[in-house]
């Protein structure tokens, strides 16, 4: 006992336990992890005096409040020190996760799915039932077209999909909503999520979106069909799938079918960013009706039927 208490009399609690050794390290604390049962990690990482320092410690200590995470530590911190910082807010563990432009919400539910953070289809029925809380009104049949893509930082360990959505959503308004809210162009909101939906798909360049935009709105309120392949791609699981294209294109009850459907689709086609949302309320008034990109991308818009019949002749695209 006597040599116990000279121990404890050796080192003090609020001195440094390793002076000036001042560089930072990431220590985790496992989950289910006691004060006492860290005291042999504590000690070979140099963090405390030695193991039967750090029993003495904690028996005129209250370490109850110990919490499982990661820490941001120092071998220059006194065992107070160390203590209540490991007591402290763990480091968030965030890694990102990019929601690529366009991208529909099967392909997020299928990204995220991929890194083994959500069960298959556990965001796809948030997102179509929109479940979740909404920071605006939103009249479209999901939320589609609203799940604003950017990289986003998150936590694998305990990701909550409605939580994520929400974000999305804050972010729509953050970016685009705020600003424009009273400047659709006398278009609804859903109008312009979906007109910036197809732009998103139609035009890889955002310097040309707002021409596009100009021709396809001329079609829209002239009530003719769009003509807009990328939208019989959008109930496709696989969108490249060519075979299920074709289909879609030649199926009357196809409701996303702009070849054979006047108007604009029932909703958007994956989710757009800020560039094709912008064109979407910023049309270029344009003289044309139709357009076509040849083979390395290039946009030619055409007045007319014999112009742009012309303009496949020409460019090979049919």
Known sequence: MTFLLLLLACFDPNAPVNPGDDEAFIYEVPKGSTAGGIGPSLAENQLIPGELQWKMYLRNTDASCLKAGKFNVRPSMSMNELLE????????????????????????????????????????????????????????????????????????????????????????????????????????????????????????????????SGIIWNRVNKNWQLGIDATSRYTLEDWNDRKAFLRNLKDPDEPYNTRLKKGMPPGAIGNPTQSSLEAAITPKETEYWFYLHDHEGNLHPARNGDEHDRNRAKYNVY
């Not at 995220?112 to 979740?132: M, R």
Request: glycine fraction near 6%; aromatic fraction near 10%; charged fraction near 25%.
């Open 85 to 212: 910082t490991l007591c402290g807010v763990p480091l968030a563990d965030d890694v990102p996760f990019t929601v690529v432009e366009g991208w529909r919400i099967g392909d997020i539910d299928k990204a995220l799915a991929a890194n083994g953070w959500i069960a298959n289809g556990e965001f796809i029925e948030v997102a179509t039932k929109k479940s979740v809380d909404t920071p605006f009104e939103i009249t479209s049949p999901t939320l589609e077209g609203y799940l604003y893509p950017e990289t986003y930082m998150v936590s694998p360990d305990n990701f909550d999909s409605t939580k994520f959505i929400e974000r999305q959503l804050v972010t729509f308004q953050e970016r685009f909503l705020t600003e424009n809210a009273d400047n659709l162009a006398g278009h609804s909101l859903h109008e312009i999520v979906v007109m910036a939906s197809m732009l998103e798909r139609e035009e890889p360049k955002p310097s040309n979106r707002s021409l596009v």
